[in-house]
């Protein structure tokens, strides 16, 4: 007896465009589209997001064809959540008396710093969840190492006249 072969091209692609699409409906497209046609999005709307994301974990706990996207699904949550804890605090009186308080640059600054706080979480999750310095390319390099071309090409000594090149040349 015959058992049917499924395409593997075929599964990666379902699950691409599975995953592009929980993407998209966790993005703010949701909100741009709810914005366009109905005015300001509810605050609900975030938390369906969240929960979506919630849900889908929970799935790929059991229904292993999504199980390969789940540390995806997983730090896509922490991300929003983490964004979501900035502009929390952002909106916070103490914040608000603060930034109108200082200079235009000092506030920037601390803008900033809010958001490298998002970064410092998100790699605190990723190295928790498994992954090593080197995945995030926070590790020195060969500094010492010779240049090498990427696709063996040999360097000919003609300038390129491509237009975005001849803007950039030095």
Same mark, same amino acid.
């Given at each position: 007896?015959?058992?049917?072969?499924?395409?593997?091209?075929?599964?990666?692609?379902?699950?691409?465009?599975?995953?592009?699409?929980?993407?998209?409906?966790?993005?703010?497209?949701?909100?741009?589209?709810?914005?366009?046609?109905?005015?300001?999005?509810?605050?609900?709307?975030?938390w369906a997001k969240i929960g979506l994301l919630l &849900? =889908?974990?929970? +799935?790929?706990?059991? $229904? #292993?064809?999504?199980?390969?996207? %789940?540390?995806?699904?997983?730090?896509?949550?922490?991300?929003?959540?983490?964004?979501?804890?900035?502009?929390?605090?952002?909106?916070?009186?103490?914040?608000?008396?603060?930034?109108?308080?200082?200079?235009?640059?000092?506030?920037?600054?601390?803008?900033?710093?809010?958001?490298?706080?998002?970064?410092?979480?998100?790699?605190? &999750? =990723?190295?928790? +969840?498994?992954?090593? $310095? #080197?995945?995030?390319?926070?590790? %020195?390099?060969?500094?010492?190492?010779?240049?090498?071309?990427?696709?063996?090409?040999?360097?000919?000594?003609?300038?390129?006249?491509?237009?975005?090149?001849?803007?950039?040349?030095?």
């Amino acid at each position: 007896m015959d058992t049917p072969r499924t395409d593997p091209y075929s599964k990666s692609l379902w699950l691409s465009l599975f995953t592009w699409s929980i993407v998209l409906l966790a993005s703010d497209l949701p909100n741009a589209i709810w914005q366009s046609l109905l005015g300001e999005p509810p605050a609900w709307l975030f938390w369906a997001k969240i929960g979506l994301l919630l &849900v =889908l974990i929970l +799935i790929s706990l059991v $229904w #292993k064809p999504i199980q390969i996207v %789940r540390p995806y699904f997983f730090l896509l949550l922490v991300l929003m959540l983490a964004l979501w804890g900035m502009n929390w605090f952002r909106g916070t009186t103490v914040y608000s008396q603060w930034e109108n308080r200082v200079d235009w640059v000092v506030a920037m600054a601390g803008f900033q710093l809010l958001k490298l706080v998002v970064v410092f979480i998100m790699i605190v &999750v =990723l190295l928790v +969840i498994g992954r090593r $310095w #080197k995945d995030f390319f926070l590790s %020195r390099g060969q500094l010492d190492a010779p240049i090498k071309s990427i696709n063996n090409e040999k360097k000919t000594g003609k300038r390129s006249s491509h237009p975005t090149l001849l803007i950039c040349k030095d």
